[in-house]
């Protein structure tokens, strides 16, 4: 099948290399000429396990393209994937324009019939007006063609994005039309041993199913980051309380675990979008609003966590921080605790010293060469000659430590862990002050 791909961000590259795999012809286009140069010679630009290999590989067959030319990607695709950004606008609702823009080169360049298939996570109603959008261009035109335009919400995860792409709990495709259906039976067949893996429904339901997928995942981390805040002023540990509950298959282990809350490019943004949906249709929606809310005081408490252990005077001070990226296996620091850290931090007087396996080159690219940030070259480097450490990340790398040998390098023997990755009898039996979230100091 021939389909087109717009935007080569973590889900358009994910979508279109995994399409070429099972045997489909793919085009990716993306207005970024630069990124598109770059997948041209085989450079991937994000940081997302097996991709760069697998991109190699289908580029080598002949079956994965780019391009950054309108018209071509147009004419090429019998499916027009859009995969573009979805970014909250000033109120936090989902900014639509890239969407709306692909919906108008759709409109400009067709020259037949097409199916335009929405990826991209968008507020319910957004397929009507990506339709009308290319409806007003093709009129603008004088062209008459038949469009289409369906939902297909991704799930995927960054760090695993492969694997959940291939190997997903479900497809879900928004839908009444039979054509359409045909289609994309066609387009996801290689992936699809179980029938009811294919889901259609509603194009609305398909859209909001994305939205609730989301909310309800960040709705248990905010929940147990309440009961972990709880914990910690009640003294109890709330590791045992969370294997406690977990271990009840109506609440399982998934997203249950305490941090420093959530980030990324896709939590964040989509509960308060679905939040201002709500208001746009006179719900006031408690819950999406505490569930926000809960997060974002959370992405504070390593930096209250600090503070408190310095007695409120953090200037001058060097912080060793492990962990950038918004969790671990990708180089995403798009809404990652460790940034409400470092700004803190900043403000504060103090310089940080940081490591991240993979996102230090998101991070000079985001903050840029400045004196109260130093980038180290492994774990080690990064402690030398700090006054504490903080962990924002739960990288496997970081799971064994030597504590003494930490005590050691830090002038203050204080560890702040944001991802509960330690025995707090070990480490303070190091001779280390470990505050972690929930487990009985409520530092
Ligand atoms: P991204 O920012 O990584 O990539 C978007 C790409 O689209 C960029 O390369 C950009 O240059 C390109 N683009 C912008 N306008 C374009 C246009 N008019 N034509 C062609 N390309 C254009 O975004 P992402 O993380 O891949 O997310 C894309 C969508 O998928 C969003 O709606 C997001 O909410 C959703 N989503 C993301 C994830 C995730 O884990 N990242 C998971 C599921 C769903």
């Not at 109120?91 to 759709?106: E, F, H, K, M």
């Not at 290689?190 to 609305?204: A, G, N, S």
């Not at 994305?210 to 995942?217: F, G």
């Not at 399982?252 to 943004?269: A, E, L, M, V, W």
């Amino acid at each position: 099948m021939k389909i087109t791909i717009f935007g080569t961000g973590y889900v358009g590259l994910v979508t279109g290399t995994c399409l070429a795999d099972v045997g489909h012809d793919v085009l990716c286009m993306d207005v970024d000429a630069e990124k598109i140069t770059r997948l041209e010679a085989g450079e991937i630009p994000i940081y997302e396990p097996g991709l760069e290999s697998m991109v190699k590989h289908n580029v080598g067959t002949g079956r994965l393209r780019f391009t950054t030319d309108p018209a071509e990607a147009v004419a090429f695709g019998v499916l027009q994937f859009i995969a573009v950004g979805t970014p909250p606008d000033e109120d936090g609702s989902a900014d639509l324009q890239y969407v709306l823009a692909v919906a108008d080169t759709i409109g400009e360049h067709m020259q037949e019939d097409k199916v335009i298939v929405d990826k991209s996570t968008v507020p319910v109603g957004t397929a009507d007006k990506v339709l009308a959008q290319v409806q007003k261009r093709l009129a603008s035109r004088g062209a008459e063609f038949d469009v289409e335009v369906c939902s297909n919400p991704e799930f995927l995860k960054e760090g695993a994005a492969i694997e959940d792409f291939t190997h997903g709990a479900r497809i879900i495709v928004g839908t009444n039309s039979e054509r359409v259906k045909r289609l994309m039976r066609e387009c996801y067949a290689p992936y699809i041993r179980l029938q009811e893996k294919l889901m259609f429904m509603d194009v609305r339901a398909a859209e909001l199913t994305k939205y609730a997928a989301n909310a309800m995942l960040a709705t248990k981390i905010s929940f147990m980051n309440e009961i972990a805040n709880l914990a910690e002023r009640l003294g109890a540990d709330v590791e045992q309380v969370r294997r406690g509950i977990g271990s009840d298959p109506r609440i399982g282990y998934h997203f249950i675990y305490p941090g420093c809350g959530y980030g990324g490019s896709c939590f964040p943004k989509d509960v308060q979008a679905l939040e201002r949906t709500a208001r746009d249709v006179d719900y006031q929606a408690e819950l999406l609003a505490a569930v926000e809310s809960v997060n974002n005081r959370q992405k504070q408490t390593l930096f209250s966590k600090l503070a408190n252990a310095f007695d409120g005077d953090l200037k001058g001070r060097t912080i060793a921080l492990w962990g950038l990226s918004f969790k671990p296996n990708t180089d995403d620091m798009r809404d990652a605790p460790s940034r409400t850290l470092m700004e803190a931090l900043w403000d504060a007087g103090a310089t940080v010293q940081a490591y991240d396996p993979e996102a230090m080159k998101e991070c000079r690219r985001l903050y840029g060469e400045r004196d109260d940030l130093l980038l180290a070259g492994d774990r080690v480097q990064a402690v030398k000659g700090a006054d504490a450490l903080v962990i924002c990340t739960e990288w496997k790398e970081f799971r064994s430590l030597d504590f003494a040998w930490l005590k050691s390098q830090l002038s203050m023997p204080v560890i702040v862990d944001g991802r509960n990755l330690y025995d707090p009898e070990i480490v303070r039996d190091a001779g280390l002050m470990y505050y972690a979230v929930g487990r009985g100091d409520s530092l």
